[in-house]
């Protein structure tokens, strides 16, 4: 469902249900629902704060809210996000007929020039550029 990672943020007694921001003008009350919407609309795009569209609760309601679910309650424990956006993924891979935790890890590797001549170079007996070697799984 499209909600299913919002239950968390329904249960939770730190973020309230709603939110009213005071202007100097009126008050603009928001939903947690809009600024998770917002929360997901930066993790997806990878945008600056200040591109956040209008259609958006204010970057700093969304910032705030970013920061105050993102805290970790322990060292073992996740975050409020990281426990919601695992219920949505996982939602969304069980609506596509997948487990709702992937089971492949894909590992890449790419050679990059270094210009910095102190750090050792990395081992590739293949690659054919001076530099270091970086690594990413996903």
């Known amino acids: 469902s499209q909600n299913g990672g919002w239950r968390y943020f329904e249960t939770d007694t ?7 921001v005071a202007r100097e003008t009126s008050k603009h009350e928001t939903t947690n629902n809009d600024v998770f919407y917002a929360v997901l609309y930066l993790l997806k795009n990878g945008c600056q704060w200040d591109m956040l569209p209008s ?15 993102s805290e ?10 990281e426990q919601a956006l695992k219920t949505v993924v996982g939602e969304a891979r069980e609506a596509l007929g997948s487990n709702a935790t992937p089971t ?9 020039k270094n210009t910095d001549t102190q750090t050792p170079e990395g081992l590739d007996a293949g690659k054919k550029v001076s530099g270091i070697k970086r690594h990413i799984a996903v």
Request: net charge positive; aromatic share 14%.
């Open 14 to 20: 730190s973020p309230v249900t709603r939110i009213i």
């Open 55 to 69: 259609e958006f609760p204010k970057k700093s309601t969304v910032y705030y809210y970013f920061k105050l679910w």
């Open 72 to 81: 970790n309650p322990s060292e073992t424990e996740s975050s409020l996000l």
């Open 104 to 112: 492949l890890l894909i590992v890449g590797a790419q050679s990059v």
